[in-house]
């Protein structure tokens, strides 16, 4: 398999458990001290909308991502995906940045790796 396909796997896990992890704040999971800046350990509304609008996000992120590796049908132009990748692995590399520099300690310590792997991932299926 090739290592594209292998990455795509990947984020698309990845991107899943963050969105099951999204999902848990926005039905009110005392986890807010790992998202959003940490100030809240359990997300007011708005910032629910936020985790409602991140987990709508990660599934166009993974479609985006299988389209460049070829795992599933290409439905849009290949310009179009080979941009959007590089635009979502610049997200991500900006994630490392603002995660790195977060007031809260848990979402520091978890979120830049994760970030970190994301942007690794979504470079490789890029290049790809």
């Known amino acids: 398999m090739p290592l594209t396909s292998i ?21 009110g999971a005392p986890l807010g001290h790992f998202a959003w800046g940490g100030a809240d350990r359990v997300l007011p509304a708005r910032k629910r909308v ?18 460049k590796a070829g795992l599933v ?8 995906v080979d941009v959007a990748a590089w635009v979502i692995a610049a997200y991500f590399a900006l994630g490392i940045a603002l995660n790195a520099i977060s007031r809260s300690k848990p979402e520091r310590y978890t979120a830049t790796p994760v970030a970190i792997v994301l942007t690794v ?8």
């Not at 698309?12 to 704040?25: D, E, N, T």
């Not at 985790?51 to 599934?59: C, E, Q």
């Not at 049908?73 to 179009?80: A, D, G, N, T, Y």
């Not at 991932?121 to 790809?128: C, D, K, P, Y």
Request: charged share 0%.
């Open 7 to 27: 990455a795509a796997i990947l984020i698309c896990v990845l991107l899943g458990a963050l969105a099951v992890f999204q999902l848990a704040l926005v039905c």
């Open 50 to 67: 936020g985790s409602v609008v991140a987990i709508a996000l990660y599934a166009v992120f993974a479609w985006v991502f299988l389209m």
């Open 121 to 128: 991932l979504s470079v490789i299926i890029a290049i790809g």
């Open 73 to 80: 049908q290409m439905v849009l132009p290949e310009i179009v």
